[in-house]
């Protein structure tokens, strides 16, 4: 009996060592079309040298779709198709802009005591916030530097700019910490403000750059409390300016303009290849296709956009057949309100559609790490086992928690096992949705690279299923 076992742990050994090294070798090849012909970087240059900004609503919008049905087109997918969603359409409306006034005391003899000062902060209004209009908000400026000191100081806010000086920690070793820590300033700020009759907010970037650049995203309004301006302001004007009301009191001018158009038609673009076992079994990669409006939006979500295109492409090129249905998205409106991600998982629950897998790249072009997965504990172990086929190509790293904002509804409506591709994560924040996320920031070959692991990864979930 005992030799009996021993035979069948051995034949079981074999069999595995020898799969591993069939999807080792197709792995290296998926690597080698990636690496060698890639046209992910060239498709970046377009997305975002000839279109650029790709905001909800915008042309930009319209212009990147169309983009992304011609480039599914031209690699040969089963099915393409623009599956359609209404989104909103938030337009900046002119250039935001602060201006402080203060009193300086003059240091030269016969010079009167003190002059009027005044300085312009580089500065960039909240996305979906609503605008001061022409005129702007002109109060003092109250600093807090947390939720906590606002709740202590709510009595002196009162028709001031309330001033959310909340640095992001720098001792977050995963920067994702240190940005899911300070961003529910950005988010939840003019509210918890506006609540205490403060007239508007401007926020310290959410952000550890060393630079000054200002960083937008979305924020939100409670229709109890008045909708106040919110801007964001970059991290040397936001030092300069607390070190300033340290010293004395400071008044402010904000002027933004944005406001709501009535929501239009936005489309997730979507290709599909007919798998060829398992039909009904939908492996999902993608990305979202839009971007805020002052930038290019390379790194988000441009970046993630060409992977997936290439990934199809590479797949062709080396002439693989997959076993089960693989849907290729480009999603609709992730920055500012997720119309996308919620279309596509109501429709697949409405069809009743089986989808085993979602994987997104939603965080930057940055060298490969891993991926961070959302699934049953059963699931995780058995993918935990392919960590060793993807470490020669920077992606061993495989956590137990992760998806992205677009395929997160398919894990909530269906169950769908879900994941996203982790890049280094150090210099994102340098970039994230502010005016140097353009193109140039993008390297080549870290683009690449986390192409050839998302390609492997869906290779190795198509051959084996969950």
């Not at 999603?331 to 979602?358: D, M, Q, T, W």
């Not at 193109?439 to 690449?448: G, H, P, S, T, W």
Request: with cysteine; net charge positive; charged share 25%.
């Amino acid at each position: 009996m005992i030799k009996v076992i021993a035979s069948t742990l051995l034949l079981l050994v074999t069999f595995f060592c020898a799969a591993q090294n069939d999807d080792s070798l197709m792995i290296r090849k998926i690597a080698g079309e990636i690496l060698n012909n890639s046209e992910a970087y060239e498709n970046l240059r377009f997305l975002t040298k000839k279109i650029g900004p790709r905001l909800a609503g915008s042309q930009g919008m319209v212009k990147s779709e169309k983009w992304g049905y011609e480039r599914f087109t031209k690699i040969g997918a089963d099915k393409i198709w623009m599956q359609e969603c209404m989104v909103p359409y938030w337009v900046r409306g002119g250039k935001d802009e602060a201006v402080v006034s203060y009193i300086q005391s003059a240091n030269k003899v016969g010079v009167p005591d003190a002059r009027l000062q005044k300085k312009s902060l580089d500065v960039i209004a909240l996305g979906n916030s609503m605008g001061s209009g022409a005129k702007g908000v002109t109060a003092q400026v109250v600093e807090v530097s947390s939720f906590d000191d606002l709740e202590k100081k709510k009595n002196a806010v009162k028709g001031k700019i309330v001033f959310y000086n909340y640095a992001f920690k720098k001792d977050f070793v995963e920067t994702f910490d240190g940005y899911s820590d300070a961003v529910k300033y950005r988010g939840n700020g003019p509210i918890s403000a506006a609540k205490y009759g403060a007239a508007a907010v401007i926020i310290r970037s959410i952000s550890h750059g060393e630079n000054n650049h200002p960083h937008t995203g979305g924020t939100r309004y409670d229709s109890a409390y008045p909708k106040i301006p919110a801007i964001a302001v970059g991290l040397q004007d936001a030092d300069w300016l607390s070190n300033q009301l340290k010293q004395k009191k400071t008044n402010m001018t904000i002027k933004t303009y944005g406001y709501f158009k009535p929501d239009t038609i936005g489309h997730n673009v979507i290709a599909e290849w007919k798998g060829s076992a398992f039909p009904n079994e939908i492996i999902t990669v993608g990305a979202h296709l839009d971007s805020w409006d002052n930038c290019e939006g390379a790194h988000d979500d441009g970046a993630g956009c060409v992977q997936t295109i290439e990934i199809l492409r590479a797949f062709k090129a080396i002439g693989y057949q997959p076993k089960r249905t693989i849907r290729f998205v480009l999603f609709a409106n992730e920055e500012n309100g997720v119309r996308g991600g919620n279309k596509y998982a109501a429709a697949a629950k409405e069809k009743n559609e089986n989808h085993v897998f979602a994987l997104e790249s939603d965080a930057g072009g940055f060298t490969p790490r891993g991926f961070g997965f959302t699934s049953k504990p059963e699931v995780f172990a058995k993918l935990k086992m392919w960590e060793n086929l993807l470490a020669p190509y920077g992606g061993s790293k495989f956590l137990p928690e992760g998806g992205g904002v677009d395929i997160n509804p398919l894990n909530r409506t269906l169950g769908t096992t879900v994941a996203g591709l982790l890049p280094d994560s150090q210099r994102y924040f340098d970039y994230h949705h502010a005016r140097n996320d353009v193109f140039e920031a993008v390297n080549k070959r870290e683009l690449d690279l986390g192409a050839v692991n998302m390609a492997a990864l869906i290779y190795l979930v198509d051959k084996y299923g969950l």
